[in-house]
């Protein structure tokens, strides 16, 4: 199975005070040996601020990295389409990327976004937590 990570998930993931943290984690040791993990460039980045506030940018790169996830490029995502996903779901613009990113590829989305969750499920996509 391919899965796109919103930032939420490797977020939470990174920092065991969230809240979500034992969900994501579990989600992730079921899944990083199995699936096609993926995350945008710019949810990246997202991920990175505060990593990169705390000094410790490269090593969450390195980690994001070493359990697989696969960097996507947003190169592929057309204007025009991201546009309308804002328009059509009222999503921020970095929940439209992810959700692009998963129509896009055929993905099913991690996210522990409920707005974007349901946004997604209505437009088909899968959700994988």
Do not use: W
């Not at 505060?50 to 969450?60: D, F, H, I, N, S």
């Amino acid at each position: 199975m391919t899965t796109v990570l919103d930032a939420n998930v490797l977020i939470a993931a990174m920092d065991t005070k969230d809240e979500h943290h034992g969900v994501v984690s579990d989600f992730l040791r079921r899944v990083v040996t199995t699936d096609s993990l993926y995350v945008p460039t710019l949810t990246l980045a997202e991920v990175l601020v505060g990593q990169v506030r705390c000094g410790r940018g490269e090593q969450a790169e390195a980690a994001i990295a070493a359990i697989g996830v696969t960097v996507m490029s947003c190169e592929s995502l057309e204007a025009l389409r991201l546009a309308t996903l804002r328009v059509a779901t009222g999503l921020k613009m970095p929940d439209c990327v992810v959700l692009a990113a998963a129509l896009d590829v055929g993905a099913s989305l991690a996210t522990t976004d409920k707005t974007l969750a349901r946004e997604a499920a209505k437009c088909g996509v899968t959700l994988a937590l």
